[in-house]
């Protein structure tokens, strides 16, 4: 069996203001061996990339605050590592490809000057030997001229261009975890399809684990070996890819699927979800799917539900379980 490269236990994040409390994540358990990629998926709001920026230590702590859990990275604890040893992890041994790489890099340096100051400082190489390390990164991930994306400004390459540089950087310290934080967004279908061929080949070619975040089960089935679903901070479902797809068993999982289009709903009226995930800080009591829930009865508005397995590796979080594979 592949060793666990991360394992999240009971995560509780909360950012705190005067008068307000919102509760990003409540109780998140997720785990990722060697070689596997693992999908977040969820509607905007859920604590997708709250899970993200706790994993790479990125939470302003003020107003930001881990009430409890552990995020275990190679049996470290990362919560409880002082600024400088995540510095020495974030980059090297944990990569990130953010959400919208225009945002995030610094549109005053070249392409090149961003990677080679990340080789020099992770990995201690000499100029010429990080300029060199980069160039064979830009290659892997298709930038075939990677010469002058390494002397161009963000500004200068396309959205597809930046993502792969994005990507490059990411991986060119050789980390054992890569967590893409909707890697496809604003892409064009076919952009979208490359990446995601990009990442599978890092993965087999690294031996990655890779949690990739999404809101878009369609690209979550082409890429994903296990998928875990979360809603109002708490993961409600997760499973592999088979039997999540095969044998779906939270009404929420349920109704993210039926909203995807596919060829054999050409010309039917999508199925939407009513209402929105909720404010974290008004989280709903019960569970907290069940004002959206068309399965929803008393004890839902009562009490939160337990997680408990249905099969191998299959857990969801409902007390409606039975009437949701009835349906």
Avoid at 61 to 75: E, Q, T, V
């Amino acid at each position: 069996m592949d060793p666990v490269l991360l394992n999240i236990r009971n995560l509780d994040v909360s950012f705190v203001k005067p008068g307000e409390n919102a509760h990003a994540l409540r109780g998140i358990d997720l785990t990722i061996p060697a070689g596997e990629i693992h999908a977040l998926v969820g509607e905007s709001g859920s604590g997708k990339t709250v899970t993200s920026m706790g994993i790479i230590g990125l939470i302003p702590m003020l107003p930001g605050r881990i009430n409890a859990g552990s995020i275990h990275f190679k049996g470290t604890d990362l919560t409880r590592l002082s600024q400088s040893k995540m510095r020495e992890i974030r980059g090297k041994e944990i990569g990130m490809v953010f959400q919208e790489p225009a945002k995030y890099f610094n549109p005053s340096l070249k392409i090149g000057e961003q990677i080679v100051e990340m080789l020099m400082l992770h990995l201690g190489l000499k100029k010429k030997e990080a300029i060199d390390q980069a160039l064979s990164f830009l290659d892997v991930v298709g930038l075939g001229n990677s010469r002058r994306v390494l002397n161009s400004y963000p500004h200068e390459l396309s959205g597809g261009m930046k993502q792969r540089a994005m990507i490059a950087m990411a991986i060119c310290c050789h980390p054992a975890l890569l967590i893409a934080d909707e890697p496809t967004t604003a892409l064009d279908v076919t952009l979208q399809l490359q990446i995601l061929e990009l990442i599978r080949n890092l993965k087999d070619q690294f031996s990655m684990g890779i949690l990739f975040i999404s809101h878009n089960l369609g690209i979550v089935r082409e890429i994903a070996d296990r998928i875990s679903v979360i809603y109002a901070g708490k993961i409600v479902e997760s499973a592999s890819k088979n039997e999540f797809f095969n044998n779906t068993l939270h009404p929420y999982t349920r109704a993210l699927l039926l909203s995807i289009p596919s060829a054999e709903k050409r010309g039917q009226r999508l199925r939407a979800i009513d209402g929105s995930v909720p404010d974290a800080e008004k989280i709903p009591s019960g569970c907290s799917f069940h004002p959206r829930c068309p399965l929803a009865e008393e004890i839902c508005r009562r009490k939160s539900p337990e997680t408990l397995t249905y099969g191998d590796g299959h857990w969801a979080a409902c007390h409606m379980i039975w009437a949701s594979t009835d349906e």
